[in-house]
């Protein structure tokens, strides 16, 4: 899927920590702290087993029980989209699903995983941090002094965990002018690339009539792909 557009990369910040740290307790003090400051907020909560949202003898779970690869649940306040999976998804993959819908995401969880980390850490219930600065590890939330070469935040200063996380991530960057997905994986784009990808599809757009003046763009292409690994710069 080709999509060209004015939207950010959605940053993703794991909150990791060991059992009973309070994970969860803090993304439920982030998410309304976050949203009060006029920012949206995805969550993604990781299950090392498998698991079932779906009540047994439903409509819904009977259409998966045929074969149904994507079920998908609406009403006029909410949706669920059920798919199956051959293999676990990357974050990236995961949160190609909410590009345009929030600003941020946080998960609970992925403690091996390749995006950066805040630690929760509770005295009584553990004896050391287990992420290093090496493991992308950029902030500590905990409810003692503990040193770990990152900041430091109170457990429950929620106020100073949300504004770190708002500088860190929400306040910088800028916008993206497109972004290239190929399946699920997002593959990054020089600015060159991106200018030349929005100038030509937008240009294209010119000579069609009833385009709308706004709105995002997107290209899907689906099928065999040519192979071009025998190509050379000569060809």
Same mark, same amino acid.
């Given at each position: !899927? $080709? *999509? ?10 794991s909150?990791?920590?060991k059992?009973?740290?309070?994970k ?11 949203n009060?400051?006029?920012? %949206?907020?995805? /969550? ?6 498998? @698991?079932?949202i ?11 029980? +045929? =074969? ?5 649940? %609406?009403? *006029?306040t #909410?949706?669920?989209? !059920?798919k199956k999976?051959?293999?676990?998804? %990357? ?8 590009? =345009? ?7 609970e ?5 390749d ?6 850490f509770? %005295? +009584?219930?553990? #004896?050391? $941090? ?13 409810d003692?002094?503990?040193?770990? =070469? &990152? ?6 200063? &929620? ?11 929400? #306040?910088q ?6 972004a ?11 600015? @060159?690339v991106?200018? @030349? ?5 937008? =240009? !294209? $757009? /010119?000579?069609?009539?009833d385009?709308?003046?706004?709105g ?5 292409? #689906? ?5 071009t ?7």
């Amino acid at each position: !899927m $080709l *999509s060209v557009s004015e939207f950010k990369m959605i940053p993703i910040v794991s909150i990791v920590g060991k059992s009973d740290s309070g994970k969860t307790t803090l993304i439920e003090k982030l998410i309304p702290e976050l949203n009060a400051r006029g920012y %949206s907020v995805g /969550t993604i909560k990781h299950d090392a087993h498998s @698991f079932e949202i779906d009540k047994e003898g439903k409509d819904s779970w009977r259409h998966g029980k +045929a =074969g149904a690869r994507v079920v998908v649940i %609406s009403s *006029s306040t #909410k949706m669920a989209v !059920m798919k199956k999976v051959d293999s676990e998804q %990357s974050l990236d993959a995961l949160g190609g699903y909410l590009d =345009g819908e929030v600003d941020i995401i946080l998960t609970e969880g992925y403690k091996r995983g390749d995006k950066e980390k805040i630690e929760v850490f509770r %005295s +009584a219930e553990h #004896k050391e $941090l287990m992420s290093t600065v090496e493991d992308k590890l950029v902030a500590v939330a905990s409810d003692v002094e503990i040193e770990a =070469g &990152v900041p430091r935040y109170h457990i429950d200063d &929620v106020e100073g965990l949300a504004g770190f996380i708002e500088e860190r991530y929400l #306040k910088q960057g800028g916008r993206n002018r497109c972004a290239l997905y190929v399946g699920d994986r997002p593959i990054p784009l020089k600015p @060159f690339v991106q200018d @030349f990808i929005r100038g030509t599809v937008e =240009g !294209m $757009l /010119t000579a069609l009539d009833d385009i709308p003046p706004e709105g995002e763009i997107v290209i899907r292409i #689906k099928g065999p792909r040519k192979d071009t690994s025998t190509l050379t710069e000569d060809a």
